[in-house]
């Protein structure tokens, strides 16, 4: 069984800072992929990052980064320079056997 | 570049009603999931298809029934609704169940249902 976790149900961040949304994952497959998503209030699932398990480095797109703990099974999101539209829901997923998300953390950027 | 097409966006019925929701996955994906996200919960895995067969089967219920198509589009198809199917369906699209793994997983902008 796969189960992410996202201990922190809201954030808040000031603009043009960095903030780091926290996600920890369990599973038991050897091989997985770890994803992030971002959902706007409108709804649709925004693809942000992707950080498959054998990767050595650190996945980056952009202003996202994933810091990637394997051995903590921790696979945290960074955002840089925040801004006004960073604010949503952003989850953490995890893709083994099948793909399950975490609860979610609602993040808010500040003027 | 062309994405997951969802339809219909919205789709409201009453109690005791079918809906029919379509997923057009991305041009060359050949494996499809549906989700499905209740007001403020995290989207929750419903079935899967890969090549047109099922592969996986989460927490659907047995009055939901799913199907993918020779051309890859999938439907999910929900009969009795009630009030609780209400929620955000989303289709997701990808090459191959294991090519998931190098993060070629994408989602469609979601269906809305309405449950009156």
């Known amino acids: 069984a796969q189960k992410i976790t996202q201990t922190q149900p809201g954030m808040f961040v000031q603009e043009k800072e960095a903030v780091t949304l926290d996600c920890t994952y369990d599973?038991?497959?050897?091989?997985?992929?770890l994803f992030w998503y971002k959902q706007p209030s409108s709804g649709e699932m925004i693809f942000l990052i992707y950080?498959?398990?054998?990767?050595?480095q650190n996945a980056t797109e952009g202003r996202y980064s994933l810091n990637f703990q394997k051995a903590r099974k921790s696979a945290n999101l960074v955002i840089s320079a925040s801004q006004l539209g960073d604010s949503a829901m952003y989850f953490c997923?995890?893709?083994?056997?099948?793909?399950?998300f975490g609860p979610g953390t609602r993040l808010s950027v500040l003027p | 570049a062309a994405g997951v097409i969802q339809s219909p966006r919205h789709l409201i019925k009453e109690k005791r009603e079918t809906a029919t929701l379509k997923c057009y996955p991305i041009?060359?994906?050949?494996?499809v999931y549906w989700y499905q996200q209740g007001p403020g919960q995290d989207p929750q895995f419903l079935i899967s298809?890969?090549?047109?067969?099922?592969?996986d089967k989460g927490s659907i219920p047995d009055r939901f029934s799913a199907q993918q198509f020779s051309d890859y589009h999938s439907e999910l198809n929900m009969s009795s609704l009630e009030l609780g199917d209400s929620a955000l369906y989303f289709c997701?699209?990808?090459?191959?169940?294991?090519?998931?793994?190098?993060?070629?997983?994408?989602f469609g902008e979601g269906s809305r249902l309405t449950v009156l």
């Open positions: 997701a699209s990808s090459l191959g169940v294991q090519e998931t793994n190098t993060g070629e997983l994408f």
């Open positions: 599973t038991s497959d050897p091989s997985y992929g």
């Open positions: 950080q498959g398990s054998y990767d050595q």
């Open positions: 997923a995890i893709y083994g056997q099948n793909f399950v």
């Open positions: 041009p060359r994906h050949d494996t």
């Open positions: 298809f890969y090549e047109k067969m099922q592969s």
